[in-house]
């Protein structure tokens, strides 16, 4: 069955940068899109950011727009996170997303913090 296992969150003061890993499984990683997705406190799941299944086309939500870098290696079935400037707004748990699948994984937590 598709699984899907984040990594790389913590906290990070403001401006500072993180790296979240997902690695995926039980599917054929190379074939479809992947997204980032994140749920601060009190509000709603956001979509974050979406790369296509090689990787060539990449969409990002405004508000990280310029700050986050969203890539994928197929041959290790993982797709990362970059996150720069951050700031206290991205605090939140962030999870990786296979559209095709409505597949989950079980989130990292990022906390942006002084």
């Known amino acids: 069955q598709v699984q899907l296992v984040e990594s790389g969150g913590g906290l990070v003061q403001p401006g500072g940068s993180l790296r979240l890993s997902c690695a995926a499984s039980?599917?054929?990683?190379?074939?479809?899109?992947m997204r980032w997705c994140r749920q601060a406190p009190g509000k709603e799941r956001e979509l974050v950011a979406h790369i296509s299944n090689i990787g060539g086309s990449t969409m990002y939500a405004d508000s990280v727009k310029g700050r986050f870098i969203i890539s994928r290696d197929n041959a290790k079935n993982t797709v990362y996170l970059q996150m720069n400037s951050l700031k206290t707004e991205d605090t939140g748990v962030y999870y990786c997303?296979?559209?095709?699948?409505?597949?989950w994984g079980q989130g990292t937590q990022v906390t942006v913090s002084s």
């Open positions: 039980g599917f054929a990683f190379s074939y479809y899109g």
């Open positions: 997303y296979v559209p095709t699948f409505n597949s």
